[in-house]
């Protein structure tokens, strides 16, 4: 008997390079190789383990499909504490199972087959396909557009913006003005603009965090993914949520009753039950996390090795410079001669092949600097300026 053959859109789609990546590194531990991770799109934190006694009996059952009403409350009031937005828990948000599925669940709420996203790079890894699984066309422009340069991407077909703020890879933030001009947009062209805030907690110390829901407090056109996940550093518990128009609401709750029926129900409870605690016992290794992602866009500085623009989440995006590799052969090679793993730029769009990503969350300072020193001894070593020489 022949092998089953995929439909022809899920067999275009690539593996997530990042977690592909990923697994390639967890294979090659469990040969017993010592992998310096740089690789990883999650921050190691020190978090008690969960202990479910005392949780009230339907933690183990189903939930309502918008996720369980005291977490629900507890993430608005989360939200309007840090963004001055108010957000009605009982329609205006759901809880889902990672921001992956409220990102994707809101692309196929919206889009028509052939309707256009415009997508910045560097992009998250799962946008482009997670817009073409929803029969849409991703639009990306390259690392060094604008916002300003987004308006000549708008068609008669454009439906949506995504955008990643605060970003991965880069660490950048958007500002008052670029946020403004994407509102601006929005209302202009009747765009959806989707703001991925994952990373909301991971900003400097005394810095505020402007979420795109401050400039559309009515949630005319945004919609906001956010994530426990992330932001609490619980990233395999899967707990994600989505902030939006309770019209909006309405048809995500339709597609999660369809797709999971609802959040972990267990670990929404003791969220629920834990939330303070476990935020003011995360939210100082966040800022360690984020001061040390800082030291090491320093040490890359001071080896001659330029990174975008940014200061915030747990990543950087270096530049290969007058490495003849790009950055798949790059990385190929970095794992292979050093066994360093980064991520290929060229996963985060198509005008970041001179770049690699390096997250700083998952290892120790020491390893962290060792890795530094590897990626700037291999961009020497395939330098096309020493060969020259």
């Known amino acids: 008997m022949a092998p089953l053959s995929p439909s022809v859109l899920v067999d275009s789609i690539g593996e997530a390079a990042s977690i592909k990546q990923n697994n390639l590194v967890y294979e090659l531990q469990a040969d017993g190789a010592d992998i310096i991770t740089l690789s990883l799109g999650e921050a190691f934190f020190d978090v008690p383990a969960p202990s479910f006694e005392g949780l009230t009996p339907a933690a183990h059952h189903y939930s309502h499909t918008r996720g369980v009403p005291l977490l629900r409350h507890k993430l608005a009031k989360y939200h309007e504490s840090g963004s001055g937005t108010p957000v009605d828990p009982d329609c205006e948000i ?12 809101t692309l196929a709420a919206i889009l028509e087959p052939g309707d256009e996203v415009i997508i910045p790079e560097p992009l998250w890894v799962s946008y482009p396909d997670q817009v073409r699984l929803c029969r849409g066309i991703p639009v990306s422009l390259p690392w060094h557009a604008t916002v300003d ?15 990643n703020n ?4 880069t660490g950048r933030r958007l500002s008052d003005d670029e946020l403004r001009t994407l509102h601006v947009l929005a209302e202009t062209h009747g765009l959806v603009l989707i703001a991925d805030e ?25 919609v906001v993914c956010n994530s426990m996940s992330k932001n ?14 309770e019209s909006l609401i309405r048809q995500l709750a339709k597609l999660q009753q369809h797709l999971v029926t609802c959040a972990p129900t267990i670990l929404c409870h003791y969220l629920a039950e834990n939330f303070e605690q476990i935020l003011a016992h995360t939210r100082p290794q966040i800022q360690q996390v984020v001061e040390r992602r800082n030291r090491v866009a320093e040490a890359f500085a001071a080896r001659g090795v330029t990174s975008l623009p940014g200061d915030s989440t747990f990543y950087l995006f270096p ?18 001669r ?15 092949d001179r770049f690699v990503r390096v997250s700083v969350g998952a290892e120790p300072e020491d390893r962290l ?14 330098s096309t300026a020493e060969e020259t020489a």
């Open 369 to 382: 600097l060792r890795g530094v020193e590897a990626i700037c001894d291999l961009i020497e070593a395939t």
């Open 198 to 222: 994952v990373y909301s907690e991971f900003v400097p110390g005394g810095d505020p965090f402007v979420s795109a829901s401050v400039f559309d407090p009515d949630k005319r056109h945004t």
């Open 338 to 352: 050093h066994r360093v793993s980064t991520v290929a730029g060229i996963s985060y769009g198509a005008s970041c």
């Open 94 to 105: 759901m809880v889902t199972a990672g921001s992956k599925s409220a990102l994707f669940m």
């Open 232 to 245: 609490f550093g619980i990233s395999g518990w899967r707990v994600g949520y989505v902030i939006a128009h």
């Open 319 to 336: 530049s290969l410079g007058s490495s003849r590799l790009d950055s798949t052969e790059f990385a190929d090679e970095l794992l292979r």
């Open 166 to 169: 605060p970003h991965n890879p």
């Open 149 to 163: 340069d987004i308006a000549a991407r708008v068609t008669a077909r454009t439906r949506a913006i995504i955008v």
